[in-house]
Each structure stands twice: as C-alpha cells, then as structure tokens.
C-alpha cells in the first residue's frame, strides 16, 4: 500500500543565516507522520470487529450446540486418533525422508535413481488414491512374506488380518509423506557449506559422526520450519483416514453430522477449532524447536514471545514518556 | 585406547612429508604436472605462486581430501591414502584414510569452524569422535590448547561471536587437538582483516618454534622470510623453484619467481 507524502518542508521557511542552523541542530527530529496508515488501520479494525461479531452473533453458528460437541467423547475419540495417525506417520515419513535424501545424495546412480523416482511416483499420485489402493491391498496379495527374494518364504503373513485401518492409514500417510521429506531434508543437507564436510573430513572425523554432529544438526535449521510446514499439512491430510473406514476428528464429526443433520454447522466448527488448536501447539513448538539449533547460527538467539512482549512494553512506555516531554 | 590429557599433550614427533611426482588433472585441465617435494621434520615449508597454480591443490593431495591422478605422498614413510598391491597404487578405504587424518593437521583459509558447536566443543570434538580421548580428557585437552592460542576466555562462545583472527586461531587450536606430526595452512590470513593478519601469524610463529613439521600457502611474502626454513615457488603446477628463502625471494633465478615476486612485494 502507498503511503501518502507526510508534511514537507517548505525551504522558503528555511533560516537563511547561520544562527539558527545551530539552533536547529541541537532540536530533536520528529519521525514522519503517516496518516494514511492510521486510516487503513483503522478501516481493517471496523472489518475485523464486524466479522467477529458476526460470528459470535448469528444464530446459524448454533454456539451452544458447538460447546455441546466439543468435548464429546465421540469427538474426544476422534482427536485422539487424529493425534496417532499423525504421531506415527510424521516420524515413519520423516525416518523415511532421511533415508531416501541419503539415497539422492548418494554416489550410486542407482540409489540415486530409485530414491528419485519413489519421489517422483509418490507426490504425483493423490493421497486418496494411496489410502484406497492400500485399503483395497489384500485384494492384490493375499499374503506377505519374509524370505529369500524370489526364492523361498521363511514367514508369511495373513494380509488381511496385518492390514487393520490403522495400519493402512498410517503406511499410506508415511509413504506420502516419506517423499516430501525427502525433498525437505535433502534441501537442508545440501544448505550446509561444504566447507563444514572438508573440515570434518580433514579433522578424520568418523563417516557417522560427521553426518549426525556435524552435518545433520547445522542441517535442521533449514528442515524444521520447513518440515513442520509439511506436518501442517499433515494433520489435515490425516482427515482423508475417513475413507479407509477409520474415524478420526474430522470422520466422527461427519457421522454425528449424518445422525444429527441439524448440528452440521456446529460440528464442522468443532473441527475447524481443534485443528485450529494442533496447529497453533505445533507452531509453539517449533519456536523453541528453531530457537534451539540457532545457536551459533546467529550471534545472539531470537527473543521469546514473553521477552518480546517485555521489551516492547519498556519501549511503548519510554515512548510515551518521551511524547509527553515534546 | 584412550590416553590422559598429559599423555596427549606430550610432544609429538615432527613427520617427515614426502611427495612424489604428483599428478593431478581435472578433465583436460592439469592442475600439478609432476611435483616432487620433500619436507624433512621440524621443517617450516612456505608454499608460494601465483592464483591457480595449484598450490592449495597439493596441499588437499598431501591430506589426500583430494586424489592424485599420478604419483603418491607419503608422512614418515606410509603412505597417504592408498596402498600398495604388487606394482600398482590402491585407493584406501574412507575409514582408513580418515584414521591417517588423524595424523595431518589443516588449516583452511575460511576457517570453517562448527558454527553449532561450542569453541571448546569444536576443539574437544575430534579426539573424542575419533576415541582417543574421554571426553573429560578431551576437554581439559582443549582448554589447554585454547590458552596457548589466547583465548582461554572464549571456551563458551560460539564461532560466530569471534572475531575473524580468534576464529582462525580456534581453527589451529582445532588441528592440534589431535597432535599432527605435520600441520597444513592454505592461506590461513587471505581471509583475515589486514589489522587481524598479526595475531595468526604470531601463532603459527609459535607452532613453528616448537619444532612441529609445518607446509604453508600464504601470500604473506615477509612472514614467509621470517620463519620459512625453505620457499617453494610453484607456476603451472610445477615447482619453479626452491630454497632457502634468502635464496628464492631475494635472488630469484627463474623469470616466473622475479615477475611473481615484484607484483606482491
């Protein structure tokens, strides 16, 4: 947004002799004025103030029937499972991202190759389609077994009793989100200098070591906020679940909403809050989860929100302090 | 395996380095056409030449972080980084090259330090990850270190807070850490503000007293008359010439060195 021209200094006013440029020197420059922002931001409060009034006022919202549902063991239920699945499959995915960004990396153009096209294969396809192909897997075959490949079996499974919907809910998110992993731990590998992999190998550092003290850690600067970007988006994927028969958040509210056809509104609304509540829990953590491993990085560590409000408040009052003396 | 701190700081026997007609090219791009250098122990070794003549090329093929196409180096007579199977040169195992490592300090010219790490983390890391030292050794190690660098103040900061000359001086503690018989520097000053130069070379000066096999790039012309035992001028990965540096930098015999040596001086 443009911002209109503050007041400008007429040079015509402006003391033709000496004595008053030491004058002016000694006087305090007062910032710009900036009436324009004041308007707009004043505008976006009126907007703001009538959106949320209109949300805590209009009966279609049915609040009471909200506060009936939100902690309704059916629903209580429902979260929990929403938590497991998303528990299970950001570490299963994240595990698997590492693997496969090695596999990138890799010298081997095989390993290269297949890790490659796993990525390509699994984020072109939708994640309903994963969920329902693996949901209709025991179809396809009828047992697993450990063994010899292509030779003989030393254990199998009964597929069908292995696949309960748990497991094909969280194999299908992993397998998912094992490829956006991959990507996101591969870019942060890769933001690390080379200069850190020459000095750990010159130091003889062992292989691992280097890669779990020295590269991984200076590496998850990069991949935490891009990773949690991906859980984000992971606890609301986990709402597809529902179709492969498991009754998460999102799916118990579905079923009371068909039994209960008048409380739809309210129960989506139930929903949209406790998604509202996860996201802000992961956002939270990642604060302190970034904070940790910029030690070093930064030559002093980004204030917390309490420190923020502290020093923001000395600074309003000072200010204060300083407008009332002009 | 492991040793006391004592055992650890108890002088190291200076190595001998020895390299032997090396080659090395990238593609069609011959960046050493056969260099052959001794550096007997306790030696101090200035490298000089022109940008691109492969100086700080010879001196990664010393530690082996890079691979001679040609020709092998050996410290203390083993070679560095492969083996020898009848008539033929075998590259090493990852693990057995990073354990000879071990054995060769470096120096870099951007310092490269751990930034999420500690200075006395930093120095401690690699006698512990290599298993030499416990880790209460290891620190007691670096602190000893860090006070013979100067900055037994700064054992709890973080690289970033230090400056340019400190971080350098933290990186030579780092090499010392694990008692190299021979410390390589790739011009460890290029990097440093001109009012910084001073207190890294006054530590190398240090190192260099103490009797510890040292190979340097640098383009510290003057620093290398004080403490060089020997100057070696390169041109088109090919050693020029060398000697003692009252011979190489004042009456040089090749054209190349008096051309070089005007334009730095």
């Known amino acids: ?326 | 395996m492991t040793v006391t701190t004592r055992e650890a700081l108890a002088d190291v026997e200076a190595a001998t380095v020895e390299v032997h007609d090396v080659h090395k090219w990238y593609g069609t791009h011959r960046v050493l056409d056969g260099v052959d250098l001794t550096v007997r122990p306790g030696e101090v070794t200035v490298i000089l030449g022109p940008s691109g003549s492969g100086k700080s090329t010879l001196l990664r093929i010393i530690n082996h972080l890079e691979r001679p196409e040609i020709g092998h180096v050996s410290i203390n007579g083993e070679l560095i980084g492969v083996k020898r199977q009848g008539e033929r040169l075998k590259e090493l195992s990852e693990r057995a090259i990073l354990t000879q490592r071990g054995r060769i300090g470096f120096v870099f010219q951007n310092f490269n330090l751990f930034p999420h790490l500690t200075v006395l983390d930093n120095v401690a890391a690699a006698p512990v990850a290599t298993g030499r030292l416990g880790k209460p050794e290891a620190q007691e190690l670096a602190r000893e270190l860090l006070g013979r660098v100067g900055l037994a103040d700064k054992t709890g900061a973080y690289p970033r807070q230090l400056s340019g000359g400190q971080q350098q001086r933290v990186a030579i503690a780092r090499a010392l850490a694990l008692r190299p018989g021979v410390i390589l520097f790739d011009e460890p000053t290029s990097a440093l503000d001109p009012e910084l130069v001073g207190e890294v070379l006054a530590v190398i000066k240090d190192l260099a007293a103490s009797g510890t096999t040292l190979v340097i790039v640098t383009h510290e012309i003057g620093f290398a008359r004080e403490i060089a035992d020997r100057v070696v001028f390169i041109d088109g990965g090919k050693i020029l010439e060398q000697g003692p540096p009252s011979e190489v930098l004042d009456t040089p015999r090749h054209e190349r060195t008096r051309d070089f040596l005007s334009k730095v001086l």
């Open chain 1, 1 to 326: 947004m443009s911002e209109p021209p503050g007041d400008t200094v007429t040079l015509a006013e402006a003391p033709p002799t000496d004595e008053p440029s030491k004058l002016l020197a000694a006087q305090r420059v007062l910032p710009l004025r900036r009436p324009g922002r004041w308007i707009v931001t004043a505008i976006v409060l009126l907007l703001v103030a009538q959106f949320v009034h209109g949300l805590v006022t209009n009966p279609f919202y049915q609040w009471d029937r909200w506060s009936y549902w939100f902690l309704r063991p059916t629903i209580l239920d429902g979260l929990l499972i929403t938590l497991e699945v998303t528990a299970c499959s950001a570490v299963l995915g994240l595990a698997g991202g590492i693997v496969l960004a090695l596999g990138r990396l890799s010298k081997s153009p095989v390993l290269r190759a297949v890790s490659w096209t796993y990525v390509w294969a699994l984020r072109s396809i939708p994640l309903i389609v994963v969920l329902i192909f693996l949901y209709n897997f025991s179809a396809l075959y009828k047992t697993l077994s450990v063994g010899i490949p292509f030779g003989p079996a030393f254990f199998s499974f009964d597929e069908s009793r292995l696949a309960t919907d748990m497991a094909v809910a969280v194999v299908g998110l992993s397998l998912n989100e094992a490829a956006y992993a991959a990507e996101v731990v591969r870019g942060g590998i890769l933001s690390v200098d080379q200069g850190q992999h020459e000095a750990a190998a010159a130091l003889g550092l062992p292989k691992g070591y280097q890669f779990r003290r020295i590269v991984f850690p200076q590496a998850l600067r990069s991949i935490v906020p891009n990773y949690v970007n991906q859980l984000i988006g992971l606890i609301k994927s986990t709402s597809l679940v529902f179709y492969v028969s498991l009754l998460d958040l999102f799916g118990s509210a579905q079923t009371m909403g068909s039994t209960y056809p008048g409380d739809i509104v309210p129960l989506l609304l139930v929903v949209t809050v406790w998604y509202l509540i996860l996201t802000s829990v992961v956002s939270v953590i990642q604060f302190y989860v970034e904070r940790h491993y910029a030690r070093g990085a930064t030559r002093s560590l980004p204030p917390t929100p309490l420190q923020k409000l502290r020093t923001g408040l000395t600074d309003l009052r000072a200010r204060i302090r300083r407008e009332a003396a002009v």
